[in-house]
């Protein structure tokens, strides 16, 4: 079985790691792939948003299943193309991935059904002033969100009016997140900690993967500048079994039933982060896609081959197969050059990948969990 993973970063690494394991031995193309999956498959140097190139290749190649880690192509509509090639694909389509790709959207999809969120009003340039009234009603602390994808960095928390204000400037008056800072979305601060739930659907059944819990802060202590995440854990202690039953009824279900009664079913992974407030949890933002650096400690704790599993969501048949979680848990700290979130060096070496291989294969979990 030929299988191409999408995307260059840690999470298509775990993801790599994870389908090599498969007893079904699959070849593994990765594009563009990084110096970690190279020793697992054969990297292609092909962007992960060059969708057309993409396609062209696992056409020419026989790939029999495509996975993709990264949300730019599939809101650039990665799946409509391969599947219009007749090609097996994990991920959402263009039209339900804007629950990621537009901020604007998923809010109203939200208000639509029902989903718990935080109250919002979204706002475009020509609503400038509209928009600063709502601010000025408002007050603070509050969220002023770019809309479309800005890599993590979009969404602002302002503890005051001035910060609120500063950041409505940055968003829709000087262009600092381009195409995505066409829509703002304003929304109200919510107070509780974070945890992520990924559901991953074949657009008719749905299994829920283990929680995560992510560190987004780049210091010690959680201080800081927001990352995309400098580690992660699964699954999230305070994610019990009686909160994911609740976040299963009040919103993976409600949502998956949204998407598909408007039109625009989803199938891949579907990731959930929730802040969990005193009225219970609430979406923060939905993510096409498995997180990053999530991947890295979501992967390693399921049990049931994820060829098999992955497989099943291409193919729409994931009600076939039954999934099983290894007890215990996992944890993956992120190393960054230095300056990282802002501008950093690249191109080092990095050194002793082989010895940390022997720590954190198997003979550092427990026996008989792996
Ligand atoms: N770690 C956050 C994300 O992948 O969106």
Redesign the pocket.
Known sequence: MRILIIGGGGREHALAWALARSPRQPELFVAPGNAGTAALGRNVPLAADDVGALQQFATRENIDLTVVGPEQPLVLGLVDRFEAAGLAVVGPTAAAARLEGSKAFAKAFMQRHGIPTAAHRTFTAGEYDAAVAYLEAQGAPIVVKASGLAA?KGALVCPTPEAARNALDLVLKEGTFGEAGHEVVIEAFMEGEEASVFALTDGDDFVLLPSAQ?HKRIGEGDTGPNT??MGAYAPAPIVTDALLDRVRRTVIAPSLAGLAAEGAPYRGILYVGLMMTPEGPKVVEF?CRL????AQVVLPLIETDLVELLEAVALRRLGEVEMALHGGAAACVVMASEGYPGSYRKGFVIDGLAAAEQVTEPGATPPGRW
């Open positions: 993590g992510d995309g995440g993510n997180g990053d650096p999530e």
